[in-house]
């Protein structure tokens, strides 16, 4: 809709700091679309067999629209949610506030710079319990469950306390009883069960006993009015110049499951609202405003700073003992598939709590998983399979030999299985705390990149092994790492980052309330606002923060329903007249060769430039240097087309269109010319010393990568300066970004996004000799006509006349200031 904002805010995601948006603002009374990428996953929606589980992952462009999303980076891997209810559904429930002295104010890190939380726990605390209320949050309640009473012992062997952390699930006195449905209703209408202590937290509860926000805050919003939308996957975004956002998003169809899809062409739809509030995770959101940074101009260099993995680290308990039976001590039984994934959780102090603690503070706790987990753990004690396995094959081939009359295999098929000491025995322990939140996120070649190892956090991560390792001694048990450990590597649940608040630009992207400095109405409330670790589990304060944000935007009245103009650049400028190439009335006859019968030979030829680039400059020299010092690089690879060689030589302008693609990851990765204009000569006058110059423009349309319209506008200045310059000049192209598609006459008017300077290495250059063709009746006489046109400027430009004509005005210039000097 063009002409006014179709709704008061869109809500991209609808995880912790979405959901809880989506229903505060409806229930204030604001319209409210929420777009979601992923489906709604119903009671018994989750996939469990092993076809299903196969295709149970996030990637449209193969056809997958699951549940899982999974990211790999140099220094962790991450596993975050693609669904309605986001990291709900398959987080394991736990909702502990952040502790109040973790709320640390310019707190120093190991590679520079500091973590400050501009918000405190007192600024949290009625959020924290307006969330818990809405949400449900129980303590385990059943006291003869194996895993918990094993770590509240070991807990209290080592003088730490364990405590039952509030869990966001619906218990009963018996497990499966029915979940009274709240006034609100349920966005699914399907019945609920109380936990079946299935352990099944982390893999989507399918009899609904979680209270994952499709549950709780969506289907209150829905009740409310919102309009909630799945499948919808936000692509863009770009500021209105009258106010108010417009959002470009696709459709993921239900019938694009099970087959490879090219996701680039979807058909993008659009939406405006007067807030855009940005919830699709600490990975979604980042990405998203990375990708759309040419559209947010401004914004702070903080962008993609503070990420960290709130310290999550995966040990294992294995061989578990209690009892002795005699001499040798009998395996004592953990059960982690049993129960809710996390039942406990264990506090060990930070030296920011005053109490003589030392080190950067974290939680233990136990992580449960689904029986099917012991069956595959089972199958991984290969030497007792196999031992097992040849036992009850030489007791079959010796009963069918008939040397046993026994017929009842009941026993042998029991001692076939064994006795699963290992998976009885064992227990995952998750760990998290205060990481140090050093990493930085920015895109390489378009994608998402994490620049964060376990270096600087090393310290914190000896301190939470070694609590892990005593508790496994304490329950008479062995110690395992993950495997990832082995190579120094962490896999997080809880990313956290990106684009944090802060106190002014200059320390964050948004405020404390998630607003971004200098782009009113676009919100950040999600895990990317966060700009440190929780340290507990983080899903109770991202929706503290985001409850409290929604307070602030209720505030405000309402924005009156005032027409809204169509985004910046939309329409700008033209294709005709752009870079000099204009429409002409048909030429039946240019030095003797027709072009109206279609004979007209044609010129190509492929250049490849490349530079240094900085955003929110309009010198292309100090961007080169800005860019330099920053890492951050534009390059470019254009296929050059003269149509018709006869006329692009005949016309002063000689005009040839430019096809290709840009790459810049600062502009969000690689960018598709839409259409292109370049000239070879244009005479644009003398030069300041008085030779003949001439100027190389290049004209590209771009859109950045989420959608944005964008125009390069660039040019090589060909002139005889003093010095051997003919290979600089011709090399050498100074640019400029442009937001919208602009024509040369809009230049001056054009805001400015960006600008650096890219060059030709001398090995793409040779290259570049290699590339030219020419298709049509005269090839040899269009390449003959191309090199006498280039040469023959570059002579007017370079040659003895030319430099003739630059040392009479360069001597011109020296008499005459002598003769000045004289007279004064």
């Known amino acids: ?265 979807l058909p993008v739809r659009r939406i405006t609202c007067r807030r855009l509030i940005l919830a699709a995770g600490t990975f979604g959101s980042t990405y998203l405003l990375l990708r759309n940074r040419a559209a947010l101009r401004g914004i702070s260099r903080a962008l993609g700073t503070r990420f960290c993995g709130n310290g999550d680290l995966l040990g294992l308990v294995v061989n578990a003992t209690g009892a002795t039976g005699g001499r040798r001590r009998m395996p004592r039984s953990l059960r982690g598939s049993t129960g809710p994934v996390i039942t406990t959780a264990v506090r060990v102090g930070d030296e920011v709590d005053g109490d003589g603690s030392t080190g950067r503070g974290f939680y233990i706790e136990d992580a449960g998983y689904p029986v099917f987990v012991d069956w595959l753990a089972e199958a991984t004690q290969v030497p007792g399979t196999v031992r097992r396995g040849l036992l009850f094959g030489l007791h079959r081939l010796h009963a069918r030999l008939g040397f046993s009359p026994r017929s009842n295999i009941s026993g042998r098929l029991a001692a076939l299985l064994g006795p699963a000491v290992f998976s009885e025995s064992s227990l995952p322990l998750l760990g998290m705390g205060r990481d140090v939140p050093d990493g930085r996120m920015g895109l390489r070649r378009g994608y998402l990149d994490v620049d964060w190892t376990t270096k600087t956090s090393l310290r914190y991560f000896a301190g939470a092994r070694s609590v892990m390792r005593d508790l496994a001694e304490a329950l008479g048990a062995d110690f395992r790492d993950n495997p990832l450990w082995w190579s120094k590597r962490v896999v997080t649940v809880h990313p956290l980052g990106g684009a944090p608040m802060g106190r002014h630009p200059g320390e964050g992207v948004c405020d404390s309330f998630g607003e971004v400095f200098g782009l009113p109405g676009l919100y950040v409330l999600d895990g990317a606002a966060l700009p440190g670790p929780v340290g507990a589990n983080p899903s109770l304060t991202i929706a503290a923060f985001a409850d409290r944000a929604c307070d602030r935007i209720l505030e405000e009245r309402a924005t009156p329903r005032a027409a809204i103009a169509e985004p910046v650049g939309a329409g700008a400028g033209t294709a005709e007249g752009a870079g000099g190439v204009t429409e002409r009335a048909p030429v039946r006859e240019v030095a003797g060769v027709s072009v109206a019968d279609g004979r007209a030979t044609s010129l190509s030829f492929t250049e490849e430039m490349k530079g240094w680039f900085a955003l929110d400059v309009e010198d292309p020299v100090e961007g080169r240097s800005l860019g330099r010092s920053r890492g951050e690089r534009l390059s470019f690879r254009l296929t050059i087309t003269a149509d018709d060689v006869e006329r692009f030589a005949a016309d002063p302008a000689h005009p040839a269109r430019a096809e290709g693609h840009v790459d810049c990851d600062v502009l969000g990765g690689r960018l598709t010319v839409e259409r292109g204009w370049f000239n070879l000569f244009t005479r644009d006058g003398a030069a300041q010393d008085g030779g003949p110059a001439r100027r190389m423009p290049y004209r590209l349309h771009l859109r950045d990568a989420g959608g944005n319209p964008l125009t390069l506008a660039g040019h090589k200045d060909v002139r005889n300066a003093p010095g051997l310059d003919l290979w600089r000049d011709t090399s050498t192209l100074y640019v400029r970004m442009l937001a919208g598609h602009v024509s040369p006459q809009d230049d001056d008017a054009a805001p400015v996004l960006g600008a650096g300077v890219l060059t030709i290495l001398v090995r793409d250059f040779v290259q570049q000799l290699t590339t030219f063709r020419t298709s049509g009746p005269h090839p040899v006489r269009a390449m003959e006509r191309f090199g006498r046109l280039f040469l023959g400027e570059l002579w007017d430009v370079y040659g003895p006349r030319s430099s003739r004509a630059q040392a009479r005005t360069r001597s011109q210039a020296r008499t005459g200031a002598a003769e000045a000097r004289e007279s004064a």
């Not at 962790?76 to 109040?100: C, F, M, P, T």
């Not at 062997?157 to 009274?180: C, D, H, I, M, Y």
């Open 1 to 265: 809709m063009r002409g006014s904002a179709e709704v008061d805010a869109v809500v991209v995601g609808s995880g912790f700091g979405g959901s809880v948006t989506a229903c505060r603002l409806a229930e204030g009374g604001r319209s409210v679309v929420v777009l979601e990428r992923g489906k709604a996953y119903p009671p018994g929606g989750f996939p469990r067999t092993p076809a299903a589980m196969a295709r149970n992952f996030w990637d449209p462009s193969e056809g997958m629209h699951g549940l899982f999303d999974l990211w790999s980076f140099r220094g962790l891997e991450g596993v975050v949610a693609s669904g309605l209810g986001g990291g709900s559904l398959i987080y394991a429930n736990v909702l502990l506030r952040k502790d109040e002295r973790w709320f640390v104010h310019e707190s120093p890190l190991p590679g520079g710079g500091y973590e400050h939380w501009p918000i405190s726990r007192a600024d949290l605390e009625p959020h924290y319990e307006r969330v818990e209320g809405m949400i449900g949050a129980t303590p385990y309640p059943y006291a003869d469950t194996p895993k918990t009473m094993a770590m509240e012992e070991a807990a209290g062997q080592l003088g730490l306390r364990a405590t039952r952390p509030p869990l966001a699930v619906s218990f009963g006195a018996r497990p499966g009883e029915p979940v009274p449905e709240p006034e609100y209703g349920n966005i699914h209408g399907l019945p609920r069960e109380t936990c079946r202590l299935s352990g099944e937290c982390d893999v989507g509860c399918n009899f609904g006993s979680k209270n994952t926000l499709d549950h709780t805050y969506l289907s209150a919003a829905a009740h409310h009015g919102a309009d909630i939308r799945t499948r919808c996957e936000v692509r863009g975004f770009a500021p209105l110049p009258g106010g108010g956002w417009e959002v470009r998003y696709v459709v993921h169809e239900p019938a694009g499951e099970g087959r490879r899809t090219d996701t680039r062409r």
